[in-house]
Each structure stands twice: as C-alpha cells, then as structure tokens.
C-alpha cells in the first residue's frame, strides 16, 4: 500500500473511532442523567423482588443464609447486590444499577472496537448506535435483573476472542483471554446457572477454532475451570447453608410448567408433569422433576413439537402485544411503548390485538428472525475471521434458545443475549440491502490494509 493511501486509512480509522467513542460517551452520560430522575436510580426487574428479599437474608445471617430465596433463586445475584451494600445500603440501587450501567458501557464499546478492525468496520456505527439506544437492553443495566449483567458478560467475551484472533496469538495471549473469557462466563453462571452451558459451547467452539485437538482440549478445559470458580463457590455456599449441594432448586420446576398435557408453552399456562415423591418425601425433588419432565417429553412427541414450536415463537416474541408471551411486563420502554399507548384505549385495544396487530406483529417477528438468519450466512460465507465472529456471536443465541425450548417459552430469555442477535441482524440487513442493490458480494466491506 502506498504511504499516502496508508495515512489516508490511518486517518479515516483514527476518525471513526473518536466517532464511536462519542456516540457510547453521549449515550452513557444520557443514561446517568435519566439515572438522577428515576426514583432510586433504577427498577424492579421480574424478579426484583425476589433478588432484593435474598439480600435482606444475607445482610441478616451473613454469608450462609438459610433463606429459601436464596436456594429457590440462584444467590448469585444477590451476592453481588450484599456485596455492593457494604459501600452504601441507602443508596444501594443507584450503585447497583451505576455499576451494571458502566459495565455495559465498556462492554459494548470494547465489541464495537473489534468488530471496527475487522472486514465488517461499516457496521461498526449502526451496531454501537443499536446497542446504545435499543431501549429494551440499554435500560436493562438499569434494572434489577441478572439480565443486564449476562449480556454484557456475552458481548465482553465475544470481543476478546476476535481480539485475540487479531493478534500474535501466542500462548501467554491465549491463556490471558481464556482466563478473561472464563472470569466473564464465571459472573454470568454466577448470576444465572443456565448461562454456563453458554460459556462451555462458546470454549468448545473457539477451542475447534485452534490449531489442534490439544488445543481443543486446553481451551476446553481452562476455560471450563475458571469459568466453575464462582458457581462452584455458590454451591459451597449452599451446603454450608444446609440446603444440599446444588446451585438452585428451580431447574425443575421451571422445566415441569413447560411440559404437560395442558401447557401452553408460556409462562402463564397451567402446565406441570405427574411427577410422584420418593417415600417418605412429600413432594418431588428438583432433581426428579426434570427426569419426570424429560420422560414426559419422550413419551409425547407430538406434544412435544407442538410446545417446540409455541416456545420458539414465545421466546422471539415481541415485548408487547397480540403474540408477546414471557415476564417483560416491567420492562421499561413499555412505559413510553407508543404501540401500549394506543393500547390504553378502548378502540386502540381492537387496534392492537385484532388482525392489523397481529400481523404487524408477526411482521416483526419474523423479520428480526430473517435478518438474524441471513447475516449469520453472510458472515459464514465470507469465510475467515469474520466467519468465527458470526459462529461466536450465534452460538449463545442458539443456546439460549434451546435452553427455553426445554424450560418455558419467555421472551426475557432473549435479553441476555440480544446484544449479539443485534450485531447479527444488523449484518442480515447489510446483506438484504447489497442485494437489493445488485452490489457485489463483499465489496462494500472489503478487507483494507492496516497500519501496524
């Protein structure tokens, strides 16, 4: 590459970087001042509650709290809240929701930044700009939910394994973020137990990446160590509470509302499985609930494809309306959803939940399933780096999906994960519009050629 073209390149990187770090420095600081003049800084999420009454227990007994809470819900989460009291209990959510806000400020730009020095540095603005202002997931760090903490977990680990790919990748850089990675998917599982088949599919995956088998199994296997610290730590703490060595007790009865004769497929539905107790037990355990529940689904096939197709639709449902279905009712855009404001009258409620409502929403449904679907094909056709990025980005997704299709169908499932179901349909879009243009295949995204 000539000199002149080089510093023309150099220029042009160095301007659209100021460019996104602007744009996420505006939107966090919008986000701190909306802060100021909400009242204690923050919402209850679904489960808001629930976390904030396990809190109590342990500010109460310490530690090892017999709280049911707090083995019913994983006590991963509200570890991380006691432990953010001892800087302030007054102002305990404004700091819960400062620090989650903070944290999903970083991790999206840190993405941003490495999706920039790849081929696809022109979805690096509409990406950070998604990100920033998608008002389901940005309010999300202002909630008290896990959910804002795992997703940005998920966008911080996908970032440093395209860094790493971009680098030397030698082995103190390999160890470095698989440790980085782990410490990520550790907080995660620590919040939500589910999220750790997350992290081992995100570790087998890179590790097929690598060069050898050997590999394979370092990856696998060191990410998998690191990433158990603070879930095994959770289950210490639960037989040191008495109540067993487990990480939570609500696996099994989440799965059982799923399944059934009489399940929808929904959160509110009136599923369950006949699961008897082992003598002299009252009632099932955990663990003998998810065995009755997958029985259930062996033995009923056609059920079980039926409720498939229900959760699947559930799970990619809109936040609200006709086809909406999960535990997103405290959403916060909901406050100023204008499709909810129209729902709030009489002839606006026929609007939204008759024909015109359900088929803009399945519309969108559909639409935000195609693009999803269609950039990860992009990506995977472009081969490289890039194809890792969309194999990387789709693997939590795909899980998580599975992981509602074998509990309930909730659209709060989707939030974890949905800031990389953005970058990937953001990608499905660019794909949409170059073909709709007739544009060659990867020219408007070739690769340039870098200073080092």
Known sequence: MAKGAKKRLVIQEQKLRKRLLFISCGILVAKLVL????????????DGESYLKGVDGLIKDGLFSKGSILVY??????????????????KLIYLVTFLQTILYFGASAFFVDRIRLTRLS??????????????????????????SLVASSMLASIALIIRYEQGDKSRKKLVGTLVGVGVFQ????????????????????????????????????????????????????????DNGAVISKNLGVTMSLGAGDNATGGYTNVGGVPCPATPPASAATDSQLV???????LKHPGKTVVLVVKKSIYFWSPWYGPVANGTMARNPWLKIDPIRNVDSKLAGHKLVYGWIGK????????????????????????????RQVGVLSSVPIFVAWLTSIGTIGDHRFRLPTMGLSLFLQVAGYFEVKRRLAGAPKVVALEPRGRAR
């Open 35 to 46: 802060m100021l003049s909400v009242k204690n800084g923050g919402w209850l999420g679904a």
């Open 73 to 90: 819900w994983p006590a991963g989460y509200p570890i991380l809240i006691w432990l953010v009291s001892f800087i302030s209990l007054s």
């Open 122 to 147: 022109k979805l690096a603005l509409p990406i950070a700009l998604l990100l920033g202002l998608n008002p389901t997931l940005s309010l999300s760090s202002m909630v008290i939910g896990y959910e």
């Open 186 to 241: 550790s907080v995660s599982g620590f919040a939500q137990p589910r999220e750790l088949l997350i992290g081992l599919f995100i570790f087998i995956v890179w590790g097929l990446y690598q060069r050898s088998w050997k590999f394979l199994a370092s990856v696998v296997l060191l990410g998998t160590c690191v990433m158990m610290v603070l879930p095994a730590g959770l289950m210490l703490r639960n037989i040191k509470a």
């Open 291 to 297: 065995k009755c529940t997958i029985n259930w689904y």
């Open 359 to 386: 088929l803009i929403s399945w519309i969108w449904l559909l639409s935000g399933l195609a693009l999803f679907f269609i950039g990860l094909r992009w990506l995977w056709s472009m081969g490289g780096l890039e």
